[in-house]
């Protein structure tokens, strides 16, 4: 379980971030405007807000345990024989969405940028420095976070500079004319993505962190910037594209940086930008890969995960060639599947975890109270 | 060079003079008895395979042995001499030729033997301990001193230039300090030379070199500890530190590594180096070398531990961050702000030497888009005409490149200007013309060389020169994504990696507000004021300045 690993309140709120932004950043435009039109950027506003209940989910189940992974507090509150088997329910998760997250990196590649290159070839070199990072420990991926961040906030001030002359007002017009359905039903779209993954930091927080005081601070202020930054680029995609042309879009932040243009000089430089999405990608699939693979050890009753690091990442990348067969068969997943399942791996499981939990504890307590009166 | 120097001769009895002083004031300023137990038991580790048989009685029985287990070696000089007035005391002085100084021996052994001017002292002495006195008052006209009672003492004494006196019917004998060889005076350092600052570097003398930054620092804190590594060379090799200043757990720990080392010789400090590192597998140093004294003061009152290696003039400092290579002494005597400047354009270099051909590669190959049209028409128009796809044009010129510099290197002055100008007529010119590579490839080729020389840190250098070729590789397959992806695993190893416990990418990983005084940023010293944090956890305050004032009117 390697216990002693400690890393800073800093480190985690950046890793947050980079969690929260994977992905995110190059897709959720276009579902977002698929759902809400022009009203793409309030409903990741309000997404951003829902996602800050789900993080105060995980901080008060963080409090409960706060010696503990996700997996081991299953477990305690479950007792052993009910306990894996929810753990596993967890741990296949992770699983699905590390593998979706290494196809999703393949399938930029070979749709938007190489697509004579076979897929099988970026999956494996992603997942070679995702199985990298998780051998090194998550110390490391720490260090690595905060050595990254400056380059992403330059890359991406970059972009945003570089974005604001394309800006057209009128296309998120008429403002006032908003419909509350499909802005609930686009900001749990966005929580899905964005908030809900987070489940996997249950397995570091808050036992990983070296001050416990501070810790649901840094949760939150990871989260909150990290919504910053998507709000912004689905203003900007929604601004510049349009609702129409971002929801048809398969990866619209991917198009948004092709309408760079700067006295025409700097114009196509959308393959830098992508360095943003692959910096974020990688701390998203780490962190799914991470959950994954400490999750099994840990249900196996293994004090460290990293000997599963090899063949679980074979695992991963041979399941990432075939969970989707095809783009249109993601498409329906992603808009039919995957929102309940994320919600009740991420949202269900953490709640029912905490309720039984308090349950348990107020009984002990009870308990505990009778004992001392007898 | 310096050896025909005709001042060198006439330079140079002093200054083995006053290094002896040095040294006594060394002896003197331990403040600790402890460390002194701590030094010898870490001598017998180090030494433990030497058999100490003991001295013998008779002083022909201890002759023959010498002469036969040095194997009558003729730099060996035994002069059996006869002490007192009558030649009673029956006396052999042992030494090495060359290594000893001939002229202190003549002047001070032989002579007094014949003035007498202890011969009464030698007459008078009855017993056995007054006699030893007598030659040890004898054998301190030379200063340092020491009693050797076993061989193992006695031969590491005379290898390294001490004088041993043997007396006839004593078991123990006497080394006097009389080192005195020929090396190499002290002169400007060859690979960190600077415009403005101290232009002396460090000689192959280790106690020379102590004395160099003694100099510099003039502090009783400032500790030495030396011991002998090498089971068949016996190097040499001190530690040095600012007590107070350092990290014990550092200086602890840097003893402990060098008590392990168990090999035959130590003829360089890239040996000691690589025996010491904390990462094994790793093409990057963490521990980083000096020639300079100033820069070796300077570490150590940044609370660094610095190991000096006899032979060598290279200084290994320990434990060192990425961000050291990145810095030079000068950036501490020129303004703060055009330092500053010049650090940012090392990191630029930094980045033009790893990912600039790869760069090339990748945007010619896949990512043609980025290139303004006009750029991209002459592109194609140089290109047009060689065979090659870009990555193998490019390999090819990083090569001849490497191989120019390696033969640049290698030979005699008079041939390399000869290698340069058929380097720079043949790939310059001749390649472009003939069609192999295009002009634009000699321009990235060029300026990513130049990038390499700038970063200061020579050990960084070459693992940069050499992680260049993988990230062309993977720019060559995957373009701006593979390069992108080399990128998140160059920094995820340099994240693990340690010195001496230390992480090595701080204070940028983890980042410590505090210490970015000094990284890329130079402060001017008077604001300044934390040394290192994790480096040193006590003592942090550096100094208490405030920024100069305007005289008041």
């Not at chain 2, 004593?170 to 020929?182: D, E, V």
């Not at chain 2, 750029?375 to 194609?380: E, K, R, T």
Request: net charge neutral; glycine share 6%; hydrophobic share 50%.
């Amino acid at each position: 379980m390697a216990n002693n690993v400690k890393i800073s309140l800093r480190q985690f709120t950046v890793l947050i971030m980079f969690y929260t932004i994977g992905t995110t950043i190059l897709v959720i435009p276009a579902p977002l405007a698929a759902d809400a039109g022009q009203h793409a950027w309030i409903a990741a506003i309000v997404g951003w807000l829902l996602g800050l209940l789900v993080v105060v989910l995980y901080v008060s189940l963080g409090k409960l345990f706060p010696q503990m992974t996700f997996i081991a507090y299953i477990e305690h509150t479950f007792g052993k024989w009910l306990g894996k088997p929810i753990s596993l329910f967890f741990i296949f998760f992770s699983f699905v969405t590390s593998s979706i997250v290494l196809y999703y990196i393949g399938n930029f590649m070979t749709t938007q940028i190489m697509p004579e290159t076979p897929i099988g070839a970026f999956v494996i070199l992603f997942a070679g420095i995702v199985l990298m990072g998780l051998r090194l420990g998550l110390e490391v991926l720490a260090r690595t976070a905060e050595i990254l961040f400056p380059w992403f906030l330059l890359l991406f001030t970059t972009l945003t500079l570089f974005l604001i002359p394309e800006i057209e007002i009128q296309k998120i017009r008429p403002i006032i004319e908003i419909g509350f359905k499909p802005v609930i039903r686009a900001a749990l779209v966005f929580a899905g993505t964005a908030s809900l993954p987070m489940v996997v930091f249950l397995m570091i927080y808050p036992m990983s962190l070296n001050e416990k005081k501070g810790a649901g601070k840094a949760f939150y202020t990871g989260t909150l910037i990290g919504g910053i930054f998507i709000i912004i680029i689905t203003f900007l995609s929604v601004s510049i594209l349009g609702a129409e042309l971002s929801a048809k879009n398969m990866y619209p932040s991917y198009a948004l940086s092709k309408k760079i243009n700067v006295g025409n000089f700097i114009q196509r430089v959308e393959i830098l930008m992508a360095g943003l999405w692959f910096l974020t990608i990688f701390f998203k699939a780490t962190f799914y890969a991470y959950g994954f693979i400490s999750g099994i050890a840990q249900v196996f009753g293994c004090k460290d995960y990293r000997p599963f690091v090899i063949p679980c990442g074979m695992i991963m990348i041979a399941f990432s060639l075939v969970v989707y067969p095809d783009v249109v068969y993601m498409s329906d997943f992603e808009s039919t599947v995957y929102i309940p399942f994320v919600i009740s791996a991420g949202l269900l499981l953490p709640l029912f975890v905490l309720i039984t939990g308090l349950i348990r504890k107020r009984m002990m307590n009870n308990q505990g109270v009778e004992s001392d009166d007898e | 060079m310096k050896d025909r120097d005709p001042f060198y001769y006439i330079l140079q009895p002093d200054f083995v003079l006053m290094n002896r002083r040095v040294y006594k004031q060394t002896l003197v300023a331990r403040p600790s008895y402890t460390l002194e137990i701590q030094r010898k038991e870490w001598m017998h580790m180090t030494n433990n395979h030497v058999q100490t048989e003991p001295l013998k009685d008779k002083l022909e029985d201890n002759l023959n042995k010498i002469r036969n287990e040095l194997g009558g070696s003729d730099d060996i000089i035994i002069r059996e001499i006869g002490f007192g007035k009558d030649r009673i005391a029956h006396a052999a002085v042992i030494y090495t030729d060359g290594l000893a100084d001939t002229k202190l021996i003549t002047d001070f052994i032989l002579d007094s033997q014949t003035q007498g001017n202890h011969a009464e002292e030698i007459d008078h002495a009855t017993d056995e301990d007054n006699l030893l006195d007598a030659l040890k008052s004898l054998a301190l006209n030379l200063g340092d001193h020491k009693e050797i009672t076993d061989f193992a003492g006695l031969y590491s004494n005379l290898l390294s230039g001490n004088t041993v006196l043997l007396l006839d019917g004593f078991a123990r004998g006497i080394a006097a300090g009389t080192q005195g060889w020929k090396g190499r005076s002290v002169s400007e350092p060859v690979a960190q030379s600077v415009v403005r600052g101290p232009q002396e570097g460090f000689t192959e003398t280790l106690r020379t070199n102590t004395s160099m930054v003694r100099r510099k620092i003039k502090d009783p804190n400032l500790w030495l500890e030396t011991m002998q590594i090498g089971k068949v060379t016996k190097t040499d090799v001190a530690i040095m530190y600012i007590k107070g200043i350092v990290n014990d757990k550092i200086v602890e720990e840097v003893r402990a590594r060098l008590g392990r080392i168990d090999i035959d010789g130590i003829l360089e400090s890239g040996y000691i180096e690589e025996l010491i590192q904390d990462e094994a597998y790793s093409p990057f140093p963490t521990v980083s070398n000096t020639e300079r004294p100033d820069s070796v003061a300077a570490e150590l009152l940044e609370g660094r531990v610095a190991i000096l290696v006899d032979g060598t003039p290279f200084v290994l400092i320990v434990p060192t961050l990425f961000i050291s290579f990145f810095q030079t002494a000068e950036d501490y005597y020129q303004r703060a702000d055009i330092s500053t400047l010049l650090r940012i354009i090392r990191f630029i270099s930094l980045f033009i030497a790893m990912v600039g051909p790869a760069l090339y590669i990748a945007i010619t190959t896949f990512h043609q888009e980025l290139l303004p049209t006009q750029l991209l028409i002459s592109l194609a128009a140089q290109r047009e005409g060689v065979p090659f796809p870009a990555f193998i044009e490019a390999l090819m010129m990083e090569v001849t490149f490497e191989v120019l510099r390696e033969a640049g290197i290698r030979m005699p002055r008079p041939i390399g200007q000869a290698v340069s100008i058929v380097g720079t007529l043949v790939i310059g010119q001749a390649a472009v013309e003939a069609g192999i590579v295009s002009a634009s490839m000699v321009i990235v080729v060029s300026i990513t060389a130049i990038s390499s020389f700038v970063i200061t840190g020579y050990s960084m250098a070459i693992s940069i020169r050499m992680i260049r070729f993988v990230i062309m590789g993977l720019a060559a397959a995957f373009g701006i994504f593979g390069i992108v992806v080399a990128m998140i695993a160059l920094v995820l190893h340099l994240c693990s990696l340690r010195s001496f416990g230390i992480p090595f990418m701080s204070p940028f990983a983890p980042f410590i507000p505090a210490d970015h005084k000094d990284t890329i940023f130079r402060f001017p010293h008077w604001a300044q004021s934390t040394r290192p944090r994790l480096i040193n956890q006590k003592n942090t305050t550096r100094e208490l300045m405030s920024r100069p004032t305007k005289p008041e009117k």
